[in-house]
């Protein structure tokens, strides 16, 4: 079973902080997504890595996915406090199935 | 455009009873997906209809069916409930069936979940 392992679970930083998520893995992943989820609504996709070592930015989001292709990171410079919500990462498994990490709750204070 | 849609939003039910789930995909997704995600915890894949055939399906018993109608709508059954089934259930759909997740066509949209209670 392929698993993905996120961390940390919870932060709480203050505005204009910056932070870094992880999400890694044993296996190796044809492409790893990232989505944030706010109460009483789905997940939402941020973006798709799917090439070893690729960056995405997506403004003051910067996407990163390992060389290996086992792991990725979400780096958020500035937070805002519109930034909190629960950030997931997913991968496709070997199975064509979306396994999902168990999360970051993130958490901006003004 | 409407986004993927789910009903009801909460529902209330006791150990032992069935509970219907049901969604509407984007106009044009053939593809239909349920999540079960725990409080604390990120989804986890229930099935994947696609032209109203079963794609896959993943670690849950029996008791969870689901099924796709000629509209591309799908109902997830969840019999004999039990306290664990509690949990919001996600339903996601896409064009095609998310092989190529690098493709636009294969995007999974997720709808706002319907919410379970079983006591």
């Known amino acids: 079973t392929q698993l993905l392992e996120q961390s940390p679970q919870f932060l709480s930083i203050q505005e204009g902080e910056n932070l870094t998520v992880y999400c890694n893995s044993s296996?190796?992943?044809?492409?790893l997504q990232w989505y944030r989820q706010e109460p009483g609504e789905g997940p939402v996709l941020l973006v798709t890595?799917?090439?070893?070592?690729e960056v995405k930015k997506l403004k003051r989001l910067t996407f990163q996915f390992g060389d290996a292709r086992k792991d990725s990171s979400l780096h958020i410079t500035a937070a805002q406090p519109g930034d909190t919500g629960l950030y997931l990462c997913?991968?496709?498994?070997?199975?064509?199935?979306?396994?999902f990490g168990q999360g970051t709750r993130l958490t901006i204070n003004p | 455009d409407a986004g993927v849609t789910q009903s009801p939003t909460h529902l209330i039910k006791t150990r032992g009873q069935q509970v219907t789930l049901r969604c509407s995909p984007i106009s044009g997704h053939k593809s239909v997906s349920w999540y079960q995600q725990v409080l604390g915890q990120g989804p986890q894949f229930i099935f994947q209809?696609?032209?109203?055939?079963?794609?896959g399906r993943g670690n849950f018993p029996d008791r969870f069916s689901a099924r796709q109608f000629p509209n591309y709508s799908s109902e997830l059954n969840v019999n004999a409930l039990l306290l664990g089934d509690s949990a919001l259930y996600l339903c996601?759909?896409?064009?095609?069936?998310?092989?190529?997740?690098?493709?636009?066509?294969?995007?999974?949209?997720f709808g706002p979940g319907t919410r379970l209670l079983v006591l």
């Open positions: 296996s190796v992943f044809s492409s």
């Open positions: 996601a759909s896409s064009f095609y069936l998310g092989a190529d997740p690098s493709s636009l066509q294969e995007t999974q949209y």
């Open positions: 997913a991968g496709w498994s070997r199975a064509q199935k979306l396994v």
């Open positions: 209809y696609y032209e109203k055939e079963e794609r």
């Open positions: 890595v799917v090439t070893g070592g």
